[in-house]
């Protein structure tokens, strides 16, 4: 389950072009030889074993990951589907390994965008340029691009940036988005404006001296002279702005801020508040003690953790879909398919994401999934007898 706050995709070298992927039709590898029980809570006999050699993540229907020799080399992306067989292949440089699920908003079906580093004729001999290219992800066909880009993914969203200093830096230089159906820019920070959260060709910028939302045609949504200052403060005189980014890549739901109204940029917050990014509606009013962490979920849904609950809101009602009663020292580990997972101090808990309800409760260390299909299987990954890590296909039923 992926919960990087930045991706570590930086690229070197040129790469072997932003459009090229290889139709493929490789059987599934065989089961693995698991040491030891297997992590809760799966616990099937392993299917098969997947071929990829670092995290992957799953779309509606095929496992999308990298794959590298031990000895390192040129990764290769693959399209993985239910049984094990590898559909497509796409071969980046090592460094090139950033990718993102994405949709597209105009059909809502689902893309993949992988980087690259292609050489760049009008620089000079050595001279190279950042691309981003989206793929369907049953096929690998090329849907758009190589977009230029000014560097890694750095989100919420199709946002893009190079990293100032090492890849594990927080400073990037200037923003740009793009739109998941085109992979034209749609928002761009050399142009006066700052980028905050892309979702589905949804974008939340600060604009004309407003935070305000635009949808993937340019339009303005919202802006923040739209919210009603919450009830819960005791006065007007405040200042919002955007809050804690997702935990994973990028929400249908975004975090505010609010702040007293001061020229102190590092004012302590008054209170957060969750909205929904479409039509700033506002979902959930949280207490400043304990900054939430939003966590997408699928289908529109965002969980979000606060001072003393975890509740699921949708961007089809104000109304959260469920709320569940949590400690002090709970925190998300991450979602696959159906199932958020909380980790409590060793103590784990899987809630079902469509009710809210207890699946299992287990103590000890774990293995979550990496990645579940809708269908089944989910990716865990496992240690083999020969004591390697591999990612071992279990049944979800």
Request: hydrophobic share 40%; charged share 25%; aromatic share 6%.
């Amino acid at each position: 389950m992926a919960a990087a706050v930045l991706f570590l995709s930086a690229c070197a070298a040129p790469g072997s072009g932003g459009s090229d992927t290889v139709p493929r039709d490789d059987p599934a590898l065989p089961p693995p030889e698991v040491s030891g029980a297997l992590p809760q809570p799966l616990r099937g006999a392993p299917l098969w074993a997947a071929p990829f050699s670092s995290e992957p993540k799953a779309t509606e229907s095929m496992f999308i990951g990298v794959f590298q020799e031990r000895e390192g080399g040129a990764v290769e992306f693959l399209g993985v589907d239910h049984t094990g067989r590898t559909r497509w292949s796409a071969e980046r440089d090592p460094e090139c390994t950033g990718f993102t699920v994405i949709r597209d908003p105009d059909d809502g079906s689902e893309l993949v965008v992988l980087l690259d580093k292609e050489k760049d004729p009008d620089g000079g001999f050595l001279a190279t340029r950042t691309t981003a290219s989206a793929f369907r992800p049953d096929d690998g066909e090329l849907v758009w691009g190589p977009a230029d880009v000014p560097g890694t993914l750095v989100g919420p969203g199709l946002v893009f940036a190079a990293i100032q200093g090492s890849v594990m830096s927080d400073h990037t230089g200037p923003k740009i988005a793009l739109h998941p159906g085109t992979g034209a820019v749609v928002a761009d920070e050399n142009e006066g404006e700052v980028v905050l959260h892309e979702h589905h060709g949804l974008l939340l910028v600060h604009r004309d001296e407003a935070l305000r939302a635009v949808d993937d045609t340019g339009a303005d949504l919202w802006d923040h002279t739209d919210l009603e200052i919450p009830a819960e403060l005791d006065t007007t005189d405040v200042r919002v702005g955007y809050g804690p980014r997702p935990a994973d890549d990028s929400t249908a739901a975004v975090t505010l801020v609010w702040t007293a109204a001061s020229d102190d940029e590092d004012e302590e917050p008054l209170l957060y508040t969750v909205h929904d990014l479409w039509t700033g509606d506002r979902l959930l009013t949280l207490a400043p003690d304990r900054e939430p962490q939003t966590l997408d979920v699928g289908d529109g849904r965002t969980a979000v953790l606060g001072t003393s609950s975890v509740q699921v809101v949708t961007d089809e009602d104000d109304v959260p879909l469920w709320r569940h009663d949590v400690g002090s020292d709970v925190r998300m580990r991450g979602a696959a398919g159906t199932t958020l997972y909380l980790d409590e101090a060793g103590t784990y808990q899987a809630l079902d994401i469509r009710t809210g309800s207890l699946d299992h409760e287990w103590e000890g260390s774990t293995e979550l999934p990496a990645a579940v299909l809708a269908s089944g299987p989910a990716l865990v990954e496992v240690t083999t007898t020969d004591e390697s890590r591999v990612f071992a296909a279990l049944p979800t039923d």
